[in-house]
């Protein structure tokens, strides 16, 4: 076997920690930094940080058989390594542009601690462009010698391993042979094509893959609220449209949109850049719009049936699901978030369940959190689903029916059947259909 590479990832949140346990996995020798004293401490102890299926285990085999290790000193991590990945944050400002003072801060460590030549790799999401300022940091700080690379990461929270293991395609923006030749080697055991471009346009590739899969879903969100003015079927129409090729079948799943830290802030972003570039953002500041259309759609959904009853006041609603997708406890931007404040505005009463996402939540949303999904359920006026978790796709739903005060579900993710909904006796809404 090849000898592995020593590498330092700066940031060890859902993409540094699993892009640090993965290449440690691959047999490279492997420092995970955070500025998180807390999260590093834990770490240490094998206590994860977030929930990822199936990473826990590889890092706690990494960590046994020594090939990976966590620190707070970047610049002992720099010392230690030839390649250092840069995975830390770059949050939206107010006015959607990114706030890129973490990864300036951690490039300004890297090159005042360089020992000796050093590949600084960027994975974090950034505006194109970003790159060639970090290089200038780098230069005024540095002594060695370096080389810069972009290398965005395509995994999905979720499924974070599978994703980083299998890639579609691996994307290495770099002017430097060497750098180009030492990342391909590293990437060689994943198997995956292998892209090379100049730097800016792999900083455009990773933003505009966010923007066009944000785009199909709005898109197909779009067509679901005219699906229910006209009487078809948005499961029908996007089955339809997605066997077309040139289209394909996913991320055509109608349902109260996207959240998470990356469509979101990524759709902003690049809005920004083309204001800032002079060109028209329109077409993107739509597929947002339509983000939040959907969820009020919904919510107003829900209070329209209940003005019936005298509105939502006093109401039981229970809550199925708080993550922003299923697999993971990120709440960040999570459409659930928004539902429930605007159902907590109308003074109804929210009893949540999430199977991996009610620490998080609890820090941020004050209502009461049910150990399992049937006591959230249980002498509830309306049961909402808002992540589609496969527990609430095999839950019994007779059981759920006979602990309701009323049978009524609003599904935000269309995972039921209509037709069985309906023979089970229940009122169901859903989106689209
Ligand atoms: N989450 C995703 O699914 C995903 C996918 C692809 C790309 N990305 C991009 O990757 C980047 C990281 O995203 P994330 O979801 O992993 O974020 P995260 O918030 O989970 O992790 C970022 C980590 O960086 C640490 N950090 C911040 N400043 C630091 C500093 N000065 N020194 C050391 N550590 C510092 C934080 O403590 C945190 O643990 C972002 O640019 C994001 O857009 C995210």
Redesign the pocket.
């Known amino acids: 076997m090849e000898m592995g590479k020593n590498i330092a990832v ?7 920690l699993t892009t640090g346990t993965c290449l440690a996995d691959l047999g490279n020798k492997v420092i995970c ?4 004293e807390e ?1 590093i401490a834990g770490l240490k102890n094998c206590k994860i940080p977030i929930f990822e299926p199936g990473l826990e285990l590889l890092i706690k085999r990494n960590s046994l058989e020594k090939r990976l290790e966590f620190s707070t000193d ?1 610049a002992d991590a720099t010392k230690k390594s030839d390649l250092v990945f840069l ?4 949050p939206p400002k107010e006015n959607g542009e990114t706030d890129l003072s ?1 990864i300036e ?2 490039t300004r460590e890297i090159a005042k601690a360089s020992n000796g030549y050093k590949i600084i790799v960027q ?4 505006p194109v462009n970003t790159a060639v300022g970090l290089k200038g940091i780098m230069k005024q700080y540095i002594k060695t010698e370096f080389d810069t690379a972009v290398n965005p ?5 979720g499924s974070a391993v599978y994703d980083f293991m299998n890639p579609d395609r691996i994307v290495i923006g770099t002017e430097s042979e060497k750098a180009y030749a030492e990342l391909a080697e590293m990437y060689k055991p994943l198997n995956a094509p292998i892209l090379h471009t100049d730097i800016n346009s792999a900083e455009l590739i990773k933003h505009l893959s966010n923007a066009m899969l944000a785009q199909k879903i709005s898109t197909i969100n779009l067509i679901a609220m005219l699906c229910e003015k006209t009487n078809a079927d948005i499961e029908t129409v996007a089955k339809g449209v997605g066997m077309d090729k040139r289209i394909g079948p996913d991320f055509l799943k109608a349902g109260i949109g996207y959240g998470g ?2 469509f979101p802030k ?1 759709l902003d972003a690049l809005i920004y850049i083309l204001k800032k570039n002079g060109l028209d953002s329109g077409l993107f500041e739509k597929v947002r719009d339509i983000n939040y259309d959907i969820r009020n759609h919904f919510a107003r959904k829900i209070s329209e049936r209940f003005d019936k009853e005298g509105g939502l006041e006093g109401k039981i609603i229970g809550i199925l699901g708080l993550a922003f997708k299923p697999n993971t406890d990120d709440i960040r931007l999570a459409p659930s978030t928004d539902i429930i404040n605007k159902l907590k505005s109308k003074k109804a009463k929210i009893k949540a369940y999430d199977p991996k996402a009610m620490e998080n939540s609890r820090k941020i949303l004050e209502m009461e959190y049910c150990d399992n999904l049937y006591s959230a359920a249980e002498n509830c006026d309306a049961l909402l689903i808002l992540t589609e978790w496969q527990e609430f796709k095999d839950m019994d739903l007779t059981r759920i029916r006979g602990s309701m005060k009323k049978p009524l579900i609003f599904d935000g993710r269309n995972i039921y059947n209509k037709e069985r909904m309906k023979n089970l006796g229940f009122e169901y809404y859903c989106i689209g259909r």
């Open positions: 700066i940031g060890s949140g859902y993409v540094g930094v955070d500025n998180n999260k970047i995975c830390v944050g770059t973490a801060n951690v994975k974090s999401t950034v990461e395509f995994l999905k929270e830290f990356c990524d």
